[in-house]
């Protein structure tokens, strides 16, 4: 039921004739050929060259848009805020959140993959979540082969960089508070019964990733969204209202309101093209025309 919640933290094209990661605006009122990338947040710098046609678009559009300006995220200020996010209140401790079976089970999945050095006794003052994370961060490292850390940025801030050395303007869609509402948005004993569902199932879990990945380098658009949308593996519907298709609604509004003046890459996590309320058909529901783009 949690498996997609997971995958899309982390989270969240076609090996032919078309880069389906890739999504060109047209149509509409559009001051000019618009585009939408989507991507795995872990996923390292160097894949934007595997991605046929978009390094030609970052020189193409006026500006470039993420879900956050990913330089901010790396500001003291905000690291301050991202710490004081992510510790726990003092009666509300792992060890309290947890039965003691749930944490012994947790700690053993812990260890394992600090390698023996950490256990969760070390964690004990973080809430549920940032262990999920940091959890999923190091799974995910087993995919990606350059990836480093969460504090590495991933492709989303490697696009943005480059956008930048290139003279375009680099806008957010959503604060760092705003994130990190989402972030931890739901309860502690909720963030705790999906890190206590993660390690029971970490085989199967570290599977799911590893499909996740394979399908987002073989850029079949298609099959990702039936991988990240399959209703046995369970996102509810209201983790996804709310990881994805609010957010898709509130980013709406500043979309629209730029097409007719700007030309943008939309940089955002692959599942928010995906869906009845994904970008793609929010979009095609105002009248623009999104098709994929095609590899030269």
């Not at 060890?95 to 969760?120: A, W």
């Not at 969204?225 to 298709?245: A, I």
């Not at 943008?264 to 783009?293: F, P, W």
Request: glycine share 8%.
């Amino acid at each position: 039921m949690r498996k997609l919640l997971i995958s899309l933290l982390a989270l969240l094209c076609a090996t032919g004739a078309q880069a389906q990661l890739l999504w060109r605006i047209t149509g509409g009122n559009c001051y000019k050929p618009s585009y939408m990338f989507g991507t795995i947040h872990l996923e390292s710098s160097s894949y934007i060259d595997s991605v046929p046609g978009l390094s030609e678009v970052m020189g193409r559009v006026d500006a470039i848009y993420g879900e956050v300006v990913q330089d901010e995220m790396m500001s003291k200020n905000v690291m301050s805020k991202v710490l004081k996010q992510s510790v726990a209140p003092a009666d509300s401790t792992i060890d309290r959140l947890l039965t003691p079976e749930q944490y012994k089970m947790v700690d053993s999945v812990v260890s394992r993959y600090m390698m023996g050095l950490i256990g969760l006794d070390r964690l004990s003052k973080l809430k549920p979540m940032a262990i999920v994370m940091q959890l999923e961060a190091m799974q995910m490292a087993k995919y990606f082969p350059d990836f480093k850390s969460l504090a590495g940025g991933g492709i989303d801030m490697a696009v943005q960089r480059r956008g930048s050395e290139l003279g375009k303007y680099v806008g957010g869609f959503e604060t760092v508070e705003q994130q990190l509402s989402i972030a931890y948005g739901s309860t502690l004993q909720e963030q705790a019964r999906v890190l206590v569902e993660m390690c029971a199932s970490d085989n199967e879990f570290a599977q799911n990733n590893h499909r996740l990945c394979d399908l987002y380098h073989t850029q079949d658009f298609k099959a990702l969204q039936e991988h990240l949308f399959d209703p046995e593996r369970g996102m509810s519907g209201e983790n996804l209202e709310r990881m994805c298709y609010s957010r898709n609604r509130k980013w709406m509004d500043r979309i629209v309101a730029t097409l007719p003046v700007q030309s943008m890459l939309i940089v955002v996590g692959a599942a928010h093209l995906m869906g009845e309320q994904g970008l793609i058909e929010l979009l095609r529901s105002r009248g623009y025309v999104v098709e994929a783009v095609s590899a030269p």
